[in-house]
């Protein structure tokens, strides 16, 4: 299976850009740009760390329900514009 970059991330569940956004990965620790992780769709999306392959975030929609699955990242952070 084939995949692309965090920018093709689903990133209307955030009010700010997800693909801009720094992860820590739960399973080992790595720290990095979302927009750096591999990103794999299918029934539903998910998100996985570059450096472990460990699942990040999983997200899948059905009809008007939205399901959200991040327990695969420590830590979520977005810098403030100066």
């Known amino acids: 299976m084939t995949h692309v970059d965090g920018n093709a991330a689903p990133v209307d569940l955030f009010t700010r850009d997800l693909s801009a956004a720094t992860a820590t990965c739960a ?23 570059p450096a472990c392959d460990a699942v990040l975030l999983r997200v899948v929609r059905t009809g008007t329900t939205t399901c959200l699955d991040m327990q695969g990242i420590r830590a979520l952070r977005w810098q403030s514009a100066a």
């Open 27 to 49: 399973a080992c620790g790595q720290t990095g740009p979302v927009a750096t992780v591999m990103v794999y769709e299918s029934v539903g999306t998910v998100l996985r760390c």
